[in-house]
């Protein structure tokens, strides 16, 4: 069964922020923005995630998005934009779940 256009319209994290916002929430948002090697998501996926620690997207799958909704606590509270590393080489990479060989860079910032 397919989905209709507004399904997927519903699940797209720029429209899940864009509602968010509209509640009052405040919100960051995580993007692929550089990939080397096996990567389970391509440049240009999001994350959104509100100071709640809800989330929805997905920049990576398994534990890099419990590292990026971490981050994304951060970067709500101090309003500072971070890039992050992921990636076989880094001690974290077994931790975050990159034990494939690929490496992912994601750019979390405030929206709003």
């Known amino acids: 069964?397919?989905?209709t256009m507004d399904q997927t319209r519903e699940r797209d994290p720029l429209v899940i922020a864009e509602s968010w916002m509209k509640d009052g929430r405040d919100?960051?948002?995580a993007t692929v923005?550089?990939?080397?090697?096996?990567?389970?998501?391509?440049?240009?996926?999001h994350l959104v995630i509100d100071a709640e620690g809800n989330f929805?997207?997905?920049v990576s799958g398994g534990c890099v998005e419990?590292?990026?909704?971490?981050?994304?606590?951060?970067v709500l509270a101090d309003g500072e934009p971070?890039?992050?590393?992921?990636?076989?080489?880094?001690?974290?990479?077994?931790?975050?779940?990159l034990s494939c060989g690929g490496k992912i860079r994601v750019y979390v910032e405030r929206l709003g």
């Not at 419990?66 to 951060?74: H, N, Q, S």
């Not at 971070?82 to 779940?97: N, P």
């Open 66 to 74: 419990g590292a990026v909704v971490a981050e994304a606590a951060e």
């Open 1 to 3: 069964m397919s989905e």
């Open 27 to 29: 919100v960051a948002i």
């Open 56 to 58: 929805e997207g997905s």
């Open 82 to 97: 971070r890039m992050l590393e992921f990636g076989v080489a880094d001690e974290t990479a077994w931790r975050v779940g």
């Open 33 to 45: 923005v550089e990939t080397w090697g096996s990567a389970p998501r391509p440049v240009g996926s």
